[in-house]
């Protein structure tokens, strides 16, 4: 079945760095990959996703890339801020609407000021 | 829109006694799904639905069973609660899951002693 890899599990840097999760999946059918954050004692939030036609998607300090060939696909942070620091998860969904979603395990990332 | 509506919100129950989480959106999402979440640990998947009349199990179906009879709800019910389900659980639900975002609930939080 579908499997999705995460790393690193976690991850340190100051305010101010980049920070860069990267995640990997099995199934090369798989058609669409968003990303969660989930902050300490609440539910997981969609922050951006992907789609399989697209390389590369931005939106402010968040951007995420894929590479289908090599079927991964990373999250990039720019400028860190504290109230970034939380638990990611990526995901991918299959090729249709009668697939499940697989979640990866995770990165508790931390921002230090 | 109240989006994903679980209750209860937290539940201690004693080992073999039986309950039921229930799950609610109001966004006429056709797949819907249910994760626990162990402490430090990611989403794990236990049963989903593409429509109702239609379920299917996830990673970690058993000891839990569920029925989908309106598009609009989705229960749990434990069979026999055990220690090792104590967890905290999260309902999903999703407009088209190939293409489109979970939108989670707010969780329940369950102990079994």
């Known amino acids: 079945g579908e499997n999705v890899e995460q790393h690193p599990s976690t991850l340190s840097v100051q305010e101010g760095d980049s920070a860069v999760i990267k995640c990997t999946y099995s199934d090369s059918a798989s058609n669409y990959f968003p990303w969660y954050k989930q902050e300490l004692g609440k539910r997981p939030q969609l922050i951006i996703d992907i789609r399989s036609n697209v390389g590369e998607k931005k939106d402010q300090r968040i951007a995420v890339t894929l590479n289908k060939t090599a079927k991964h696909f990373s999250l990039h942070i720019t400028e860190t801020q504290p109230e970034d620091s939380a638990v990611y998860f990526c995901?991918?969904?299959?090729?249709?609407?009668?697939?499940?979603?697989?979640f990866g395990p995770g990165t508790s990332l931390s921002v230090i000021p | 829109n109240a989006g994903v509506t679980q209750t209860p919100k937290f539940q201690v129950l004693k080992t073999g006694q039986s309950m039921t989480l229930q799950c609610a959106q109001d966004m006429n999402h056709e797949y819907m799904s249910w994760y626990r979440q162990d402490p430090g640990m990611g989403l794990r998947l236990i049963h989903y639905?593409?429509?109702?009349?239609?379920?299917d199990q996830g990673e970690v179906p058993n000891g839990y069973n569920v029925s989908r009879s309106t598009t609009e709800d989705f229960p749990l019910r434990l069979l026999s609660a055990a220690p090792s389900q104590t967890s905290v659980y999260f309902c999903?639900?999703?407009?088209?899951?190939?293409?489109?975002?979970?939108?989670f609930g707010n969780g329940t939080r369950l102990t079994v002693t």
């Open positions: 639905s593409v429509g109702a009349g239609i379920t």
């Open positions: 995901a991918a969904t299959g090729k249709t609407s009668y697939d499940k979603v697989i």
């Open positions: 999903a639900s999703s407009w088209e899951v190939n293409d489109s975002p979970l939108h």
